[in-house]
Structures are given as structure tokens and as C-alpha cells.
């Protein structure tokens, strides 16, 4: 199973400050998963690219219709420079009536790579197909590591909406059979007062119960800004499935670490994980992200 050393951490974190969200026009999120088959030493990688809709530009292609378009290529790269994953896709945001629209909305995909133990760069590019030379690269640390026997857990995965039972057909979207909707960049923005998180933890005893508690905190803050928890039994032949939510409409504006926390019976601490939230409780955040056409 994945050690899961932080990433920076998972989303950007570390790598992504208010600065660096405002000049990218392009943002990566990576969560790391256990691979259900226990006989690779590796893991899962789901990574999450999101295109800013605002900064595309829309050309008129029929009265009152504009289109957008959006090349993205992405990589995995190893440190001898070589590429485990690559891949290009086009990416087109809803059409608009009217490019004056203060709210033009992201667009994204998300690809569910196998990748050996290791140390990677994990690289994006953007280009904007009606715009001639304008490039935009990001790039991040990724590093995925051997399994372990003892209880872990994956990566935090922040989200705009419960994780939710999928009657659809299974995709890059959907984990144990829910439905994630993610908080790109792990913005919740005016009109988003509900934090939801998912996480898998491994190695759980079956039937067992198990504690998940739950912290927000800023920085060198005494107190914590929302707190939560619950319970869960340990699944039999897969992850047990973790998630909560919790209330933002009284937290400020400013960046916070989400802990999250698996204990036992005893209250023993079993694993622990930790992700970067930004609350921005000015701006109207865009619709959610669609998958790409």
C-alpha cells in the first residue's frame, strides 16, 4: 500500500499560494490511491487537470455563439527525463451567448494512471487554440511508494458535493462505486458553506469499527475552525471508504490544512492524512467541472 509522503501536499498545496493560482491558468490535482491488486508494487494516481475558463479565449463561430478550446498535454516524467505517461487532449467549455459572462466555467479531466514505486515530475501545458503562442506550464513533485501492512491512508480528496452512490457507468469520476465531484485546487468559494472530503483507508480489520476524526486550521491559529467525526466498520476484501463534511459559512477567508484522522477502539492513533483548503468567501466560484468531449 502507498506510504503516501505528501505531495505538496495533494492539489497543489504547498506549490499552489493565492500568487501561483492567480498566474497559472492551468491546475493540477493528484491523489494517490492503493492498487487493489496487493501483488504490484505501486499505486494509483488520479490525476485532476483544470483548465480556467475565464482566460480562454472565445471566438464567434454563429450569431450569439462563442467557443473556447483548450489543448492540454500531460506527463508523467522519471528523473532521467523519460515519460511514463503522455497524453493530449482537447478540451471545449460550454458555448457562451455572451463573452462579457462573468462566470465562464473550468473545464476538466481526469485520467486514473498505474504507476511503479518511484520519484516523478508530474507535468501540464496548456495551450489556448485561438491564441497564438500563449503556453502555460505547471509542474509538481509526484512520489509513489511500496505498500505497507499496517493501516494507511490514501490521499484526501476535497470535494463540492457529498460523495455520492453512482448509478452510471463506472469512469475516471468514480471511486468504490461514489461519484466525486471535486473542489479544484481545493477552492470552496461565495456560495460553497460545505466542506466534503473522501479518503480510503487500507488494512482495516473487517468489522472492526474505527473513528474518523476531523480538524480545519490556519496556520500558527490556537483554535480549530471546524471539527468533526464519525464511524465506520473495516470492509472485508476492499478500502474502507472515509468521508465527512463540515460547515464553512463562519469560516473567514484564507488557507487551512484539513487533518484527517483514522483510531481505533482504544483511540490509538492508526493513520492520519492532511490536505491544503483555500476559502474564498468573496468571489462566486464556477459550476463544476464537465468531462471532456
Given at each position: 500500500m502507498l506510504l503516501f509522503a505528501r505531495l505538496l501536499p495533494v492539489g497543489f498545496a504547498l506549490c499552489l499560494g493565492t500568487a501561483q493560482a492567480q498566474t497559472h491558468q492551468l491546475q493540477l490535482d493528484a491523489?494517490?490511491?492503493?492498487n487493489d491488486?496487493?501483488?504490484?508494487?505501486?499505486?494509483i494516481v488520479e490525476v485532476y487537470a483544470t483548465v480556467?475558463?475565464?482566460?480562454?479565449?472565445?471566438?464567434?463561430?454563429?450569431?450569439?455563439?462563442?467557443q473556447a478550446g483548450a489543448a492540454v498535454t500531460l506527463e508523467v516524467i522519471r528523473p532521467d527525463g523519460s515519460a511514463v505517461y503522455q497524453e493530449t487532449l482537447t478540451l471545449r467549455p460550454p458555448v457562451l451567448r455572451d463573452t462579457t459572462a462573468v462566470i465562464k466555467n473550468p473545464i476538466s479531466f481526469q485520467k486514473r494512471l498505474t504507476l511503479p514505486e518511484g520519484h516523478?515530475?508530474?507535468?501540464?501545458?496548456?495551450k489556448d487554440q485561438n491564441r497564438a503562442?500563449?503556453?502555460?506550464?505547471?509542474?509538481q513533485p509526484l512520489v509513489v511508494e511500496a505498500n505497507t501492512p499496517k493501516p494507511a491512508l490514501s490521499d484526501v480528496v476535497l470535494l463540492l458535493k457529498?460523495?455520492?452512490?453512482?448509478?452510471?457507468?463506472?469512469?475516471?469520476f468514480v471511486r468504490q462505486g461514489l461519484s466525486l465531484v471535486r473542489a479544484a485546487g481545493g477552492l470552496y468559494?461565495?456560495?460553497?458553506?460545505?466542506?466534503?472530503?473522501?479518503?480510503?483507508?487500507?488494512?482495516?480489520?473487517?468489522?472492526?469499527?474505527?473513528?474518523v476524526r476531523y480538524r480545519l486550521r490556519a496556520a500558527k491559529a490556537a483554535k480549530d475552525a471546524g471539527a468533526g467525526q464519525g464511524t465506520v466498520q473495516g470492509a472485508e476484501g476492499r478500502p474502507t471508504v472515509l468521508t465527512g463534511e463540515l460547515d464553512l459559512?463562519?469560516?473567514?477567508?484564507?488557507?487551512?490544512?484539513?487533518?484527517?484522522?483514522?483510531?481505533?477502539?482504544?483511540?490509538?492513533?492508526?493513520a492520519t492524512q492532511t490536505t491544503t483548503v483555500h476559502r474564498n468567501s468573496t468571489d462566486y466560484a464556477p459550476a463544476g467541472a464537465v468531462m471532456p468531449r
Open positions: 491523489v494517490r490511491f492503493r491488486d496487493v501483488a504490484i508494487k505501486g499505486g480556467n475558463g475565464k482566460h480562454l479565449t472565445y471566438l464567434k463561430r454563429a450569431p450569439k455563439i462563442y516523478y515530475t508530474l507535468r501540464g501545458q496548456l503562442g500563449f503556453t502555460d506550464i505547471v509542474e457529498p460523495a455520492s452512490r453512482s448509478s452510471v457507468e463506472a469512469n475516471n468559494a461565495r456560495g460553497q458553506d460545505k466542506l466534503f472530503f473522501y479518503s480510503e483507508l487500507y488494512n482495516a480489520a473487517p468489522g472492526q469499527a474505527y473513528t459559512s463562519k469560516v473567514p477567508a484564507g488557507t487551512y490544512t484539513l487533518t484527517v484522522e483514522a483510531r481505533n477502539a482504544k483511540n490509538l492513533l492508526l
